[in-house]
């Protein structure tokens, strides 16, 4: 059966991009073949049309100018861009400095802690102890143990209604052995039992012979 | 202009001087709007998209790694931007491959420099004709015949800057020519 070249062949043939022997076999099949050797010629002419038009010849303005000067007006741009971050913390220091020397913005603890975050229930345990000028003598999951002046007794009175904690104060004897030993299960606080969550929260253990009240803070 | 040259010209702008990227805009604007030209068809737009794609050349020269030849690069991220175009405008469809300066539209004059151009020269009409048929070519095909048969370039250079393998570089080109020269019958030009 007579076979006909493939338009690969014919484009390949074109191209110069087969071997000697295809070379060969297309060219003896086109001297004897009158249709491939018409798609030959159209697939050639369309090549050279294709081809023609390299040459065409643009009128093109000079693009060099204003191509450079847009590229240097984006990289400027792109500078500026980058340094905006720099700029704008360099801004924020000065204006904070600013505002902390001229008192806008006080620098102060008591500023500090009244904006933190609302604090946690031990956090407000200590703050009662410590607004009571006493100070922490044990801590543990349960419960902290404080003691305070008996002269602040009142002060830690008044902490404990504004904040609506419950409390009850239980008369111990409380023995100078104690205070110094900070054993406060020989004083007796082991005997009380743990409050229930009606009740609350605060034991206050008073000894009327010392300066000290043992303050027991349930958590 | 040989290879080198191109090179030597990068680093001196890598090395800031910025102006020296004026000697390859020259080079190779003609190539660069001619290519853009045959894919959208508009004289003013393919001057704007060929300035937009030295821009892009120009700002991500830092990052050409010489592994190609330079002209391979650039013609990889010229192919890639109007195909990003093309993306973004999707009017370009059908657009009618004429010379628009303003609103006139302007002749070509098409230098005939091979052997016997009394015997090939291609006229007005057939001109004409070429370029609405080379309009109306699927995407891919125009792509192709647009990088080989009329920039001349090589199946590997064809292949590196499209991305795709020889072979299928020949398939496309087989292909797209087969389609062109139907259509090209068709209308009684080949």
Sequence with gaps: MFEHLTIEQLSDYIDDSLTEEEKNL????????EICRCEYESLNQCVIYMSGLRNEAFQLPDICEKTLLICRSREKKRLYIK?????????????????????????NSAYVAA????????????????????????????????????????????????NNIKHKIIPVKYT??????????????SSIAAPSNEEKKVHIIRNKNSSKITVRFYK | MSPINDIEIINRVL????????????????????????????????????QDIFITVMEALGSFRQESKFSTWLYSIMVNHCKNYKKKNSRYSTVPLKIFRGDEEVDLQLQDTRENPEERII????????????????????????????????????????????????????????????????????
């Design chain 1, 26 to 33: 297309v060219v003896e099949h086109m001297r004897i073949c």
């Design chain 1, 83 to 107: 340094s905006i971050p720099a700029i704008a913390a360099s801004v924020m220091i000065i204006a904070v400095a600013g505002a902390v020397k001229t008192g806008l913005y006080p620098d």
């Design chain 1, 115 to 162: 904006n933190l975050p609302a604090q946690n229930e031990t956090q407000v345990i200590i703050n009662a102890i410590r607004d009571s000028n006493g100070r922490i003598m044990s801590m543990n999951s349960d419960y902290i143990d404080g003691e305070i002046d008996n002269s602040s007794l009142n002060n830690l009175e008044k902490y404990l209604n504004r």
């Design chain 1, 176 to 189: 100078e052995a104690v205070i110094k030993n900070k054993n406060l299960q020989n004083a007796g606080l």
């Design chain 2, 15 to 50: 090395e800031g001087d910025k102006s020296a990227f004026a000697d390859i805009i020259k080079k190779y604007q003609n190539m660069v709007f001619r290519y853009v030209y045959y894919q959208f068809g508009n004289y003013d737009e393919a001057l704007d998209i060929t």
């Design chain 2, 123 to 190: 006229n007005e009409d057939s001109l004409r004709i070429l370029k609405e048929e080379i309009n109306k070519l699927p995407e891919d095909f125009r792509e192709i015949l647009t990088l080989r048969d009329i920039e001349g370039l090589s199946y590997n250079e064809i292949s590196d800057i499209l991305g795709i393998n020889l072979s299928n570089v020949k398939v496309r080109i087989h292909r797209g020519r087969e389609y062109l020269k139907n259509r090209l019958h068709a209308r009684g030009l080949v």
